[in-house]
């Protein structure tokens, strides 16, 4: 284990000290790109280099030609299989914390709830590399109200911090006929106005928290992002008939 896990480190490391050297060759490619379609003579720099660069250029396609970044491989395999989270608190958590990590292993099918007890975080990550785990969700809280979400993706990120306003769970609603239970089918994702750069990241560490649905599953989950205020809601389409 300690041995595949120094080689997959090395590996990425190796992956994303290549970037630098990528992102110079396609900056080069850009300039030749750019003097042949406009006419105008190639750069004096690159005139000792053109014919190997104009080689390189004519075998590259759309897929090809834009270098590929660490962040296009953090998802790489996550069709592969489905995801396994393992879902914990900070340190002595109060009675509402626990509820609302108890509704969200509701909400993350395959999520397996952790007391943390006396554990740092470096010890849970250990533990969830070890048993293939692909994501680790932490959650914080201010004077019993739960207000910060961290979601990791292991083995090596991307690491991103929520901060939780507004929080109402199932166990605040009184009208507990009205709301139905909680099914755990796996659900369908809307991913609303997630238009950045930023916004495609995010969108892409959330949905890789649930696994692919069958094509008949009524069941809902939406993130909508508006003005970087991400709104959340679930629904069952069947109950909502009812």
Same mark, same amino acid.
């Given at each position: 284990m300690l041995r595949r896990k120094i080689r997959l480190t090395k590996e990425y490391l190796y992956?994303?000290?290549?970037?630098?050297?990528?992102?110079?060759?396609?900056?080069?490619?850009?300039?030749?790109?750019e003097?042949?379609?406009?006419?105008?003579?190639?750069p004096t720099e690159l005139r000792?280099?053109?014919?190997?660069?104009?080689?390189?250029?004519?075998?590259e396609d759309e897929n090809t030609a834009v270098p590929r970044? !660490?962040? /296009? /491989? %953090?998802?790489?395999?996550? $069709?592969q299989r489905d995801p396994k989270i393992l879902l914990t608190t900070s340190r002595d958590p109060s009675a509402p914390l626990i509820q609302f990590a108890k509704e969200l292993k509701l909400v993350f099918p395959n999520a397996q709830q952790m007391n943390r007890g006396g554990q740092v975080i $470096? %010890?849970?990550?250990? =533990?969830?590399r070890a048993h293939d785990f692909t994501d680790v969700v932490l959650v914080h809280e201010h004077r019993g109200?739960?207000?910060?979400?961290?979601?990791? !993706?292991l083995p090596f990120g991307p690491t991103a911090y929520f901060q939780l306003l507004n929080v109402v769970t199932r166990h605040d609603i009184k009208d507990k006929k &009205?709301?139905? &239970?909680?099914?755990?089918?796996?659900? !369908?994702?809307?991913?609303?106005? @997630?238009? =950045?750069?930023?916004?495609?990241? =995010?969108?892409?560490?959330l949905k890789h928290l649930f696994p692919v649905p069958k094509q /008949? &599953?009524?069941?809902?989950? &939406? @993130?909508?992002?508006?003005? /970087?205020?991400?709104? @959340?809601?679930?629904?069952?389409?069947?109950?909502?008939?009812?």
């Open positions: 992956r994303k000290g290549l970037e630098g050297k990528q992102r110079l060759l396609y900056e080069k490619k850009r300039k030749i790109r003097a042949l379609e406009e006419g105008k003579p190639i000792n280099e053109e014919a190997a660069l104009r080689e390189e250029i004519d075998l970044s !660490h962040i /296009d /491989d %953090e998802y790489a395999n996550a $069709s $470096s %010890e849970i990550i250990e =533990t969830c109200v739960p207000d910060g979400l961290i979601i990791s !993706h &009205t709301m139905g &239970t909680m099914p755990q089918v796996y659900p !369908h994702l809307i991913l609303n106005n @997630f238009t =950045t750069k930023l916004g495609e990241r =995010t969108a892409n560490i /008949d &599953t009524k069941r809902i989950i &939406t @993130f909508a992002n508006q003005s /970087d205020y991400i709104s @959340f809601s679930l629904k069952n389409i069947q109950a909502s008939y009812l």
